[in-house]
């Protein structure tokens, strides 16, 4: 029986039992546990802190409040209205009160309004700590962290209204077991930020737990009750109470243990004050379970359990799930620390170093190009925040500065909060400075750059280019404190500089002056009229919709699918905010584009939505270089009409000025499949000599130089690139690719191996290292095959979009050719995005000679069917 299914059973037997006799107890548990050792013991525990608990309370606190509940003529509150929120339905009740859902009647909106007990809120101290903690967390202004909208008491009834989060707990998520790792680690990272926002307004929750974790439908974190776990019923140190399921503890002023077994740290279950230091312990506690599915300090009673917390260590994380990177490991050994000070000085530091743990993971684990980075969808708009024409007045003395580099921002506040700031500045930076008098050096090429200590004059060098933009932001209670300097490469001389201190909202003025400033001040480029036009266009002028833009922009570069309906949904709110903000449509296509092109949302509806956008941002302004980028990718992946695709590519490439890598590739894509592998090559050269950093480049160049049949070439680069990022999988895989062709199938295999341990995915480990020769490569690819067709039916079976195409690319690959085409007729259906590559991918090449294939082929309209 599980913990799940078994507290129900204790809670029902631990009540019954206090109403016996105490010489009777013994005899009532013998029939009522009908022989469960594990129920009698829980039972049995919490009856020892029932009468530990003696001369201070009857009966424990949170019972008491129970009865309180029960017996409360109040409770009928459904319809009746409660400081400005009218009561609609019942959520949930516990022992601290019940929550409700509720309408605010003045701002209309729904809310959660929590009532509390009345032998708690009744309670005149009770009460003024409550309200005074609940102000407290009602300052924290942290999307990870659940909105207080108002305290308060009327009629005797104490109520808190909150944020209405739609969405699981952790605890329900965790309920299926270890997530999977970018969940898991994303998910981290959120909390974490959530936490040390929390610490750094002087707020310790005291009671995380997974419980008390949210997780909305498009993946955003939510953290609830910060700052109002404290109770201050009386009792004694070291005297726990709580609710029979979960052992309360946490320690108030008056020496009572407050917080929950199993994710206390050892200081709170020795009875000792819980601070920011017992919060990352917790946190800890949390991590490790979404990594392995198991509690880390689980025992078969809650005494034993806080020993095991106070006196032992988790089993290692490793052994549970080694697929879990060293870094994630080592930041787990540090939080677990048994002594306080042995553990993160803030958790600032923590939430950073989470981070870039993620971060780097992530980086690793691209075992191919994303759809964006693929086809360029929505990848670098725009940055435009100027309202109106400007005035551009120049200096004199043109400094001869014709190339430069705007390195990513630093972030001097070390917060996921401040990170979107940075990265937004930095691309509005590259992006408004794209003129044609100037070369400015493209995102992919300086994000190489990110998080590293940077000498502009080396790196200048590096990248050729005459001068380098470097600055910081950083966010304070006054608002913004963002610094910038361009530097000459060739001098090393400081040619211009500035600080801003501005309120939060003038982000979108900074942009245009941090432009403006480098042009006039820095650079003294003589300026032509299409310079200015360009300089000058305008995006928005609105500050909460540029904020909400560059949040967008920052959810859409995890390239992943709660990144990607994050972003949706922000740039819902900001077109809404500013419905003449033609980069904001633009951006917004691409969301659905690329939903629809990896598969998380059906394209017929998908591109639907990216056709209408792009359609809007082009009606306000016809140069807008992503919204032709989203149409050539709707004609393309869409329409099937190639000539029009490659129309709106070329309007796309002459409105940047100077093209993006992604652009390029995009563009590629289309004419590798469509039948024209030399002018993907060249296409992908280009990309390549405008970002000779970007890894991923050089792999696309290697894979159309294999398109194009020169095998040594390609296997050149993939070979290069195993050396110079040996974390980075893909290129491995290009090679595996390379060696099968040549028929060299044990380095084939050894190459796949390799990759696979770069992924970091331990799934085939032991055939890998057992397979031999083709009959082995082949069996790699099968069982390959079969987890992708596991990975596709889990995903449907938990309610999720799966396109047809992919349960037919996998039984292909399978080699089932009857398997694979029952699924034909729902994928055009559903307009599925990968049928223009049917020509190009080699999971079809044992299929190619079948009528039904070949008629696929035609419907498509691809050139030469």
């Known amino acids: 029986m599980t913990s799940q299914h078994r507290w129900p059973r204790v809670e029902r037997?631990?009540?019954?039992?206090?109403?016996?006799?105490?010489?009777?107890?013994?005899?009532?548990?013998?029939?009522?546990?009908?022989?469960?050792?594990?129920?009698?013991?829980?039972?049995?525990?919490?009856?020892?802190?029932?009468?530990?608990?003696?001369?201070?309370?009857?009966?424990?606190?949170?019972?008491?409040?129970?009865?309180?509940?029960?017996?409360?003529?109040?409770?009928?509150?459904?319809?009746?209205?409660?400081?400005?929120y009218r009561i609609v339905t019942l959520i949930g009740c516990g022992g601290m009160g019940e929550v409700y859902r509720a309408r605010d009647v003045r701002l209309e909106r729904d809310v959660a309004?929590?009532?509390?007990?009345?032998?708690?809120?009744?309670?005149?101290?009770?009460?003024?700590?409550?309200?005074?903690?609940?102000?407290?967390?009602?300052?924290?202004?942290?999307?990870?962290?659940?909105?207080?909208?108002?305290?308060?008491?009327?009629?005797?009834?104490?109520?808190?209204?909150?944020?209405?989060?739609?969405?699981?707990?952790l605890r329900d998520m965790l309920a299926e077991g270890a997530m999977a790792l970018p969940l898991a680690f994303d998910l981290s990272v959120q909390l974490a930020e959530a936490l040390a926002a929390a610490h750094a307004a002087g707020i310790v929750h005291r009671d995380l737990k997974p419980d008390n974790v949210m997780v909305t439908t498009d993946g955003l974190l939510k953290v609830l009750d910060f700052g109002i776990a404290r109770r201050d019923r009386a009792l004694p140190s070291g005297v726990p109470t709580g609710t029979p399921c979960e052992m309360q503890t946490g320690v108030t002023s008056d020496g009572a243990i407050l917080g929950t077994a199993g994710y206390m740290s050892p200081e709170q279950a020795a009875g000792r004050a819980a601070d920011r230091a017992s919060d990352q312990f917790s946190f800890a506690a949390i991590l490790y379970e979404l990594l392995t599915g198991r509690r880390a300090f689980e025992r078969h009673t809650a005494l034993d359990t806080i020993a095991a917390i106070i006196n032992e260590e988790p089993t290692p994380v490793e052994q549970l799930n080694a697929s879990v990177p060293l870094p994630f490991r080592r930041i787990l050994l540090r939080a677990f620390g048994k002594d306080p000070a042995s553990r993160y000085p803030n958790t600032r530091e923590l939430a950073a170093e989470l981070r870039r743990a993620r971060d780097d993971w992530n980086r690793a684990q691209a075992g191919g190009l994303t759809r964006r980075q693929a086809i360029g969808i929505g990848v670098a708009a725009t940055v435009a925040v100027l309202s109106g024409a400007v005035g551009w007045t120049l200096h004199s003395r043109d400094t001869n500065i014709r190339s430069i580099a705007v390195l990513p921002f630093v972030n001097g506040t070390q917060d996921e909060q401040t990170e979107y700031l940075c990265d937004g500045i930095t691309e509005g930076l590259i992006h408004r400075l794209s003129i044609p008098s100037l070369k400015i050096m493209a995102r992919s090429t300086v994000f190489n750059f990110k998080g590293q200590a940077i000498d502009p004059v080396k790196v200048g060098r590096q990248l050729n280019v005459d001068a380098v933009v470097t600055g910081s932001v950083r966010q304070g209670s006054t608002g913004l404190h963002i610094t910038a300097e361009l530097v000459e490469v060739a001098s090393g001389a400081r040619l211009w500089g500035r600080t801003f201190d501005r309120g939060a909202a003038d982000a979108v003025v900074i942009q245009q002056e941090l432009v403006r400033a480098i042009v006039e001040d820095g650079v003294r480029v003589q300026l032509s009229a299409a310079d200015q036009r360009r300089l000058a266009r305008q995006g928005t002028s609105d500050p909460v919709a540029y904020?909400?833009?560059?949040?967008?922009?920052?959810?859409?570069?995890?390239?992943?699918?709660?990144?990607?309906?994050?972003?949706?949904?922000?740039?819902?709110?900001?077109?809404?905010?500013?419905?003449?903000?033609?980069?904001?449509?633009?951006?917004l296509a691409g969301t659905y584009a690329v939903l629809a092109i990896d598969g998380y949302m059906r394209p017929n509806q998908a591109w639907a939505e990216t056709i209408s956008n792009s359609q809007r941002a082009l009606a306000l302004d016809r140069e807008q270089p992503e919204a032709h980028a989203e149409l050539a990718s709707s004609l393309f992946f869409f329409n099937w009409d190639w000539e029009s695709a490659e129309r709106e590519w070329e309007a796309a490439r002459q409105a940047r000025g100077q093209f993006e890598p992604d652009f390029l590739i995009g563009y590629a894509l289309e004419q590798w499949a469509t039948g024209h592998p030399q002018r993907a090559l060249d296409l992908a050269r280009q990309a390549r000599?405008?970002?000779?950093?970007?890894?991923?480049?050089?792999?696309?160049?290697?894979?159309?130089?294999?398109?194009?049949?020169?095998?040594?070439?390609?296997?050149?680069?993939?070979?290069?690139?195993?050396?110079?990022?040996?974390?980075?999988?893909?290129?491995?895989?290009?090679?595996?690719?390379?060696?099968?062709?040549?028929?060299?199938?044990?380095?084939?295999?050894?190459?796949q191996s390799a990759g696979h341990a770069a992924a970091g995915n331990p799934a085939l480990r032991q055939l890998l290292a057992t397979a031999?020769?083709?009959?082995?490569?082949?069996?790699?690819?099968?069982?390959?095959?079969?987890?992708?067709?596991?990975?596709?039916?889990?995903?449907?079976?938990?309610?999720?979009?799966?396109?047809?195409?992919?349960?037919?690319?996998?039984?292909?690959?399978?080699?089932?050719?009857?398997?694979?085409?029952?699924?034909?007729?729902a994928a055009f259906d559903d307009r599925a995005s990968g049928l223009v590559f049917l020509n190009v991918d080699r999971v079809w090449d044992g299929c190619r000679d079948d009528p039904v294939f070949r008629a696929a082929v035609r419907r498509v309209r691809l050139p030469g069917s």
């Open 772 to 825: 031999r020769g083709e009959d082995g490569f082949r069996r790699v690819e099968r069982v390959t095959a079969q987890l992708q067709l596991d990975e596709l039916r889990a995903r449907a079976a938990e309610g999720g979009y799966v396109s047809p195409l992919d349960f037919a690319r996998t039984y292909a690959q399978l080699g089932d050719k009857t398997r694979a085409f029952s699924y034909f007729p």
């Open 689 to 751: 000599a405008i970002d000779p950093l970007g890894p991923m480049w050089a792999l696309r160049q290697a894979d159309f130089l294999l398109a194009n049949q020169n095998v040594t070439e390609a296997a050149a680069i993939y070979d290069t690139l195993t050396r110079e990022a040996p974390s980075d999988p893909r290129a491995y895989f290009g090679l595996a690719e390379v060696r099968r062709r040549q028929g060299r199938y044990d380095q084939a295999i050894a190459s």
């Open 113 to 169: 309004v929590k009532v509390m007990a009345e032998a708690l809120g009744g309670d005149p101290a009770y009460l003024r700590r409550f309200e005074e903690e609940a102000r407290s967390a009602s300052g924290l202004n942290h999307p990870n962290i659940v909105t207080i909208y108002g305290v308060g008491e009327q009629q005797g009834i104490a109520y808190i209204a909150m944020e209405l989060v739609h969405g699981r707990t």
């Open 547 to 587: 904020d909400l833009y560059l949040r967008a922009l920052h959810f859409f570069r995890r390239d992943t699918e709660a990144g990607y309906l994050s972003a949706q949904d922000l740039l819902h709110r900001a077109v809404a905010k500013d419905p003449t903000f033609a980069d904001g449509y633009a951006v």
């Open 13 to 84: 037997i631990y009540h019954e039992a206090l109403e016996q006799p105490a010489a009777d107890r013994a005899a009532f548990l013998e029939r009522a546990c009908a022989g469960d050792a594990t129920v009698r013991r829980e039972v049995e525990s919490l009856l020892e802190y029932e009468t530990a608990a003696g001369g201070f309370l009857e009966r424990p606190a949170l019972e008491e409040a129970a009865k309180a509940l029960a017996a409360d003529p109040r409770r009928d509150l459904i319809d009746r209205q409660i400081g400005g």
